[in-house]
C-alpha cells in the first residue's frame, strides 16, 4: 500500500521534488522491504506447505496460492531492476519532462489485488483436492491386529 500511495503521489504530484522522492522511496521500499518480505513470503509457504497436513500438491487452493506468490516474487524481481533504471533517469530529467515517467501504478495496484487473492485463498481454504491429494488420502496400511487406518488421520 505505501508503494501505491508512492506510485500516486509520482504520477499526480506537480512538483518534480514529489516526484523524485517518490520514485527514490519506491526504489529503497522495493528493494529493502518488498523483495525480502516477499523472499521470505515465498520461503515460509513452502516450508508451511510441506510441513502440514495441507501439503503442497495435495490442495488447489495451496497449489494456486503457491503458484501465485511464486508469480508475484518472479515478477517483483524482473521489476525492481526497472525501478533503479527510472530513479537514476529522473536524477538528471527536467523537471517538465518527469511526467513521462507516471508513478508505477500497474504494479503496485496489480500487486495489491494478487496480495488479496492469496490471502483470501489461504483463509478460506476452498475444498478441492488434486488428484496427487486424493490418491494420498486413501492410502492405508494395515496394522499388526488386522485394523486399517488411514495415513491422513493415524
Known amino acids: 500500500m505505501a508503494y501505491l500511495a508512492l506510485g500516486l503521489t509520482a504520477t499526480f504530484s506537480g512538483s518534480s521534488t514529489s516526484v ?19 523472499l521470505g513470503s515465498w520461503v515460509t509457504g513452502l516450508v508451511m506447505s510441506l510441513g502440514t497436513r495441507w501439503g503442497l500438491l495435495r490442495y488447489y487452493w495451496v497449489l494456486v496460492s503457491f503458484a501465485l506468490t511464486s508469480l508475484a516474487v518472479i515478477v517483483l524481481l524482473v521489476h525492481m ?20 515517467y507516471g508513478g508505477d501504478l500497474f504494479h503496485a495496484a496489480a500487486a ?3 496480495l488479496l487473492l492469496i490471502q483470501v485463498l489461504n ?24 485394523t486399517v487406518l488411514d495415513q491422513e488421520t493415524g
Do not use: N
Open 20 to 38: 523524485r522522492g517518490a520514485w527514490a522511496a519506491m526504489e529503497i521500499i522495493g528493494w529493502y522491504v518488498l523483495v525480502p518480505l516477499a
Open 81 to 100: 531492476p526497472d525501478v533503479s533504471v527510472v530513479v537514476q533517469a529522473i536524477a538528471t530529467t527536467a523537471d517538465d519532462e518527469l511526467g513521462q
Open 112 to 114: 495489491l489485488v494478487l
Open 123 to 146: 483463509v478460506y481454504k476452498p475444498p478441492g483436492m488434486t488428484p496427487y491429494g486424493w490418491r494420498k488420502s486413501k492410502r492405508t496400511h494395515s496394522q499388526g491386529d488386522g
